[in-house]
């Protein structure tokens, strides 16, 4: 490729996501990566695809719910383009209620949910016995099922955006020089680069640790119960996560904070036990000032812009992340969010 109209800077789950919507929309793309494809946070095992509860609506809210109604058509498209599955279901949710004021407020959400979410998908409470054999045991004997969430492989859904990207005609390489429009995707050691950049912290990384268990549930909803994720996957895995960690010394080592979440998850879930752990994963996500994700352009950098901070909602946000920061590139239409800015975090 002789030349470029946009360079992205990182092949995480948001470099990968804005360079295919950009080559969607009829620009010539590069990726440039020296670690390679999904090789910090978005190279993960849980790939939880949950919206936040829906009182107290905001544009973080709608633009999340936006994201997840638009997830199904455009992993189609990633998969059918480069032949790999990204392991996108939209599987559901269930979650426990802990108590009778927590289900009359789950109730309370149940109906707002019919507004809010225009009848595209349902928050209601349901008897546990609904879903026996998988599923959080429940004080009240109901469970929050909602039908909004999802879930995917983080890591085969990187490849998969990969090979949609290089099937197209797009490059993905270690090292490259600028050109065209320029976004910076680099996850936390971006945060850290703008934080020293800007002299003021503008976020930073928080590590997590998660373990992958061979078990089939690829037709069950997700769980979540004493903050856990129970994620079921389609090639006969189940992960657990995750770990939220502000202090660390090694980025990618598991130790016994893994030990206790797979405790938990098997005090929690006790069709678990005997699973068979196929694998530990560590490894820190980009969690910006704002805590929402943090996109627009660089401040007083002309043609260069940043997508960043996606920490434990990336993937759910990626869809609409990639389709407002590919027309802010190419067309210069802004439709970024209040709250999101990069000046936000300034």
Known sequence: MATVDVTVRGAGIF?????????????RVRVVDPYGVGAGASGGLVGALAPHTPERWNAKKQFQFESLMMAE???????????????YAR???????????????????????????QGKAVWQVVPQGAHEGWRPESP??????????????????????????????AEIVAEAADEGQVLWAT??????????????????????QALLLRFAASDKPQLFADALHIIPHADGTV???????????????????????HARALAAFPMLQGAEVLERWAGVRPRAK????????WPGRPGHFIANG????????????AQVMAGLILEGRDAIPEGFRVEDNL
């Open 239 to 261: 992960a657990i996560g995750s770990t939220s960690e502000r202090e660390f010394s090694d980025p990618a080592s598991t130790d016994e904070q893994l030990d206790a979440i």
């Open 15 to 27: 470099g990968l996501s804005v360079a295919w919507a950009c080559l969607q929309a009829g620009a």
């Open 73 to 87: 058509g455009f992993w189609q498209a990633v998969a059918q383009a480069g032949g790999q599955d990204p392991g």
């Open 290 to 297: 704002s805590r929402a994700p943090m996109l627009g352009a």
């Open 140 to 169: 009240t004997g109901f469970l929050i099922h909602d039908t909004l969430s999802g879930r995917m492989h983080p890591r085969r859904a990187s490849a998969a955006l990969a090979a949609a990207l290089t099937a197209r005609g």
């Open 310 to 321: 996606g920490f434990k909602i990336g993937f759910g946000m990626a869809p609409k992340v």
């Open 187 to 208: 996850g936390h050691a971006g945060l850290a680069a703008l934080s020293e950049a800007f002299g003021r912290s503008l976020g930073g990384g928080v590590k997590g």
């Open 91 to 117: 599987s559901g949710r269930l979650q426990p209620i802990a108590d009778d004021r927590s289900l009359a407020l789950a109730q309370e959400r149940a109906a707002q949910t019919e507004a809010l979410w």
